[in-house]
């Protein structure tokens, strides 16, 4: 059974950090790339970022670019997301997900939630003063 776990949210204030991490267990984590969805209150799920199951390529939605960072460390099973200068329209609650199998290259492979075939049960970022 496929599992994902999701740590490291909380609450904190505009302009600061946080690292979410999620430890995967259940299936070949080396074999699946990987992504982080969040959703918004009031808002429907949206796509934010995804790595390459080696850990070679990292993709950014807009609202992600040059603020947060992708990682992944494949001996230890586990995904993370670096994210600074965070802004209060940055929180939501922020689910780690596996992409499907599948050959498929560049950006327009990951934006998709469809994309996506199990989802952890995600952890809260507020970000507040």
């Known amino acids: 059974e496929v599992h994902l776990v999701e740590s490291g949210g909380g609450m904190v204030q505009p302009g600061g950090s946080v690292r979410l991490s999620c430890t995967a267990s259940?299936?070949?984590?080396?074999?699946?790339?990987m992504g982080w969805l969040r959703q918004a209150p009031d808002k429907g799920p949206e796509w934010v970022s995804a790595i390459t199951s080696d850990g070679g390529s990292a993709y950014y939605a807009d609202s992600a670019k040059d603020r947060f960072i992708i990682s992944r460390d494949n001996a230890k099973n586990t995904l993370y997301l670096q994210m600074n200068s965070l802004k209060p329209e940055d929180t939501a609650v922020y689910y780690c997900?596996?992409?499907?199998?599948?050959?498929?290259?560049?950006?327009?492979?990951?934006?998709?939630?469809?994309?996506?075939?199990?989802w952890g049960q995600g952890t809260q970022v507020t970000v507040s003063s």
């Open positions: 997900a596996r992409r499907v199998l599948g050959n498929c290259e560049g950006y327009v492979c990951y934006v998709g939630l469809f994309e996506y075939d199990a």
């Open positions: 259940g299936f070949a984590f080396t074999s699946h790339a």
